[in-house]
C-alpha cells in the first residue's frame, strides 16, 4: 500500500485516505460487488403513476411500501450530449416498467464497500428511484421527501447501493429518492471548447448539474407518488454531502431545498472545494492532449471506456469542480458567508475516526518525534499552538491526537466550517458527532480493528440497512440505534427539527453559551462540543491564506 503523508486538493487525496481506511470498510474484495437477481420481478405491480416523460409502475414490497427503480430524470448524456447540461428525459409510450435499476455511471471499481444492484455501467446513467409509503398509511396527506446523494469522492458509486435502499425510512411516513450523477472526467470535466459553446459560458460541473436536475425533477412530479414538492430535503454522505453543500449554494437550486443533512463533508475550506474556470479548463486541456484529441468533436468521439481508462491513469484524474459562473456564480464558502445559500435547517455531523492516523504516517507506528516533525511541516508558525492543542507525548496520545488531525484534514474541518457559516446566516443547525465503532465481523478480520467510527460508517445505521451489510454481526444495540437514528433523520425530513416522543433530546448547536452536540453512539446524549478550539485554529490559518497548510489540508 502506498504511504500517504499529507492528502491533496484533489480527489485523488479522498482516495488515498479511503485506501488507507479500507481495512474498515471493505467487503472482502477489492472492487464494488454486483448482486444479480435482486430486482423485485414478480412482486405485485403499482397502479400506473403520471411523470414528466410518461406512465410509469413499479413494485410493492411486502410491507406495502411503493418501489419505482431506475426512472429516466434527463436524456442519456452521449453523443454531443456527453458534457453537457442535462436535458429532458426522452418520453415514452405506455407503461414504463420501473423494476430494475438504471446503469452505473461511468467509474473504476475503487471501493470495496459498494454493492450495486445497478443494470451494468454506461454513460446512459441519469436515473433515479423512489421509495413511498403505502398509501393507507398516508391518508391522504402529502408526504415529505428525502433525496440523498450517495457518496464516493466523486469518481464512483451508485444510487442502488444496498446501503442507500429506502425502503426503510419510507416506512417512517417520507419518501426516499436516490439519484445518480455522472462522475470523474464525465462529469466534471471543463475545456474551453466546451465554455465558448454553452449558453451559459460555463463548462465542467455536469455532475452536479445533473443532481440538480434530479432536484427539479423531484420537485415537479413527486406529487404523482403522494409526495410534498414543497418539503424537499436534500441529504447524502461523503461527496454526498459536499454536494448538499453545493446545492445550497447553487442559484440553481437552492429555492428548491426545504431541509439539508450533511453527513462527513462540506464544499468549503476543504479539498473538494470548487476552483476557478480557467485552472479547471487548464486541467481538462491537458487530459485532452493526454489521449491525444486535438478537439472537443475528437473527445466526444473516443468511446467511454477509453476516456474512463485514461482518467484512471497516474496523474491525468483530477477533474474537479469549478467556479463556472452558472452552477457557481461565486464560491460555496462566499455564498454562505454572505447568506445567499439555501436559508433552511441543517442537520449536520461527522465520525469519530474520518481518517486514520496512517493518514499521515503511512503503515509505521510514530513516535512524538515523528508526529512533532509532520506537524511542523504541515502548519510551520502554527504548529506549537496546534501541539499545545493537539499534544502529542506517548504513542497513544500521538494516534489519539493524529487520528483527530487527519480526520480535520480530510472532511471533518470543512463540515464544521459549513455548520458555523450556516448559523452565522441566523438558521437552526443540528450537529451531531457518530461515535459507535462497528461491531466485530462475521469472517475473521484481515486487519486491526478501527479505533472508533470510520468513515462512512453511519450510513446504514441511518438509512435502517444494517442487514444489507453481511459483513458485521450486528448485535440488539446496533439495530436499536439505527431505530433511533432513522426516527432522527425522518423527523428532521418531516419537520426541520430531529427531536420526537420517545427520543432523547437533541438540542440545537448553538442555542445556549456552549455548542452541544448529540453524541451517536450506544447511549445518546447530548454534551458540549469538543476540540472547537483546535476548528478555530484550522480555520483561522485557513482565513488567512497560509498557502502549505491551505493546499494540504481542509
Not at 407 to 418: E, L, Q, V, Y
Request: with cysteine; proline share 8%.
Amino acid at each position: 500500500m502506498r504511504q500517504v503523508r499529507v492528502l491533496l486538493p484533489s480527489k485523488s487525496s479522498i482516495l488515498a485516505v479511503c485506501c488507507l481506511l479500507a481495512p474498515a470498510v471493505l467487503r472482502g474484495q477489492a472492487g464494488p460487488r454486483h448482486l444479480p437477481g435482486t430486482t423485485p420481478d414478480g412482486a405485485p405491480s403499482t397502479g400506473p403513476v403520471r411523470v414528466s416523460g410518461g406512465l410509469v409502475a413499479g413494485s410493492i414490497l411486502p410491507d406495502g411500501v411503493r418501489s419505482f427503480r431506475g426512472i429516466p430524470f434527463a436524456a442519456p448524456p452521449v453523443g454531443k450530449l456527453r458534457w453537457r447540461e442535462p436535458q429532458p428525459a426522452h418520453a415514452w409510450r405506455g407503461v414504463r416498467t420501473a423494476t430494475r435499476f438504471g446503469p452505473q455511471c461511468m467509474q473504476p471499481p475503487i471501493f470495496g464497500d459498494m454493492v450495486f444492484r445497478s443494470d451494468g455501467m454506461s454513460e446512459d446513467c441519469l436515473y433515479l428511484n423512489v421509495w413511498a409509503p403505502a398509501p393507507a398509511r398516508t391518508a391522504g396527506r402529502r408526504q415529505p421527501v428525502l433525496l440523498y446523494f450517495f457518496g464516493g469522492g466523486f469518481v464512483a458509486g451508485d444510487g442502488s447501493e444496498l446501503r442507500y435502499d429506502g425502503a426503510s425510512l419510507a416506512r417512517h411516513g417520507i419518501i426516499v429518492v436516490t439519484t445518480n450523477y455522472r462522475l470523474g472526467a464525465f462529469g466534471f470535466l471543463a475545456h474551453p471548447e466546451l465554455t465558448r459553446e454553452s449558453p451559459h459560458h460555463s463548462s465542467g460541473n455536469y455532475g452536479l448539474l445533473d443532481q440538480a436536475a434530479a432536484l427539479a425533477w423531484v420537485r415537479r412530479n413527486i406529487a404523482a407518488f403522494g409526495g410534498d414538492p414543497h418539503r424537499i430535503t436534500i441529504g447524502g454522505e461523503s461527496a454526498g454531502s459536499i454536494s448538499v453543500c453545493a446545492q445550497m449554494a447553487s442559484p440553481l437550486s437552492r429555492q428548491l431545498i426545504a431541509g439539508a443533512i450533511g453527513e462527513s463533508g462540506g464544499m468549503i475550506g476543504g479539498s473538494l472545494t470548487p476552483v476557478p474556470l480557467a485552472e479547471a479548463e487548464r486541467l481538462g486541456v491537458v487530459f485532452a492532449g493526454s489521449v491525444g484529441a486535438e478537439s472537443l468533436a475528437a473527445l466526444r468521439a473516443l468511446p467511454a471506456e477509453s476516456l474512463l481508462a485514461a482518467s484512471g491513469r497516474p496523474g491525468q484524474g483530477r477533474f474537479p469542480s469549478a467556479v463556472d459562473g452558472w452552477f457557481f456564480p461565486s464560491t460555496p464558502e462566499e455564498v454562505f458567508a454572505a447568506g445567499r445559500q439555501a436559508r433552511v435547517p441543517l442537520l449536520v455531523g461527522w465520525n469519530t475516526q474520518e481518517a486514520s492516523w496512517r493518514a499521515l504516517f503511512g503503515t509505521r507506528e510514530p513516535t512524538p518525534q515523528d508526529y512533532a516533525a509532520v506537524v511542523d511541516s504541515l502548519y510551520g508558525a502554527n504548529a506549537a499552538e496546534l501541539l499545545r492543542l493537539l499534544p502529542g507525548t506517548s504513542a497513544q496520545q500521538v494516534m489519539e491526537s493524529a487520528m483527530l488531525l487527519a480526520g480535520s484534514r480530510f472532511i471533518a474541518f470543512g463540515t464544521w466550517k459549513w455548520a458555523e457559516l450556516h448559523h452565522a446566516s441566523g438558521r437552526r443547525v443540528y450537529r451531531y458527532l457518530y461515535a459507535r465503532p462497528r461491531p466485530a465481523t462475521v469472517a475473521p478480520a484481515s486487519g486491526p480493528p478501527p479505533d472508533g467510527a470510520v468513515h462512512s460508517a453511519e450510513i446504514e445505521y441511518a438509512l435502517g440497512n444494517l442487514a444489507t451489510n453481511d459483513v458485521y454481526a450486528w448485535t440488539p444495540a446496533d439495530d436499536s440505534l439505527s431505530a433511533l437514528m432513522q426516527s432522527y433523520f425522518a423527523n428532521f425530513v418531516k419537520t426541520g427539527d430531529p427531536n420526537g416522543a420517545g427520543l432523547p433530546s437533541w438540542p440545537a448547536a448553538y442555542a445556549g453559551d456552549s455548542t452541544r452536540v448529540m453524541i451517536l453512539d450506544a447511549r445518546l446524549h447530548a454534551e458540549p462540543a469538543q476540540h472547537e478550539d483546535v476548528f478555530r485554529l484550522l480555520d483561522r490559518i485557513h482565513r488567512a491564506g497560509d498557502y502549505r497548510s491551505r493546499t494540504k489540508a481542509p
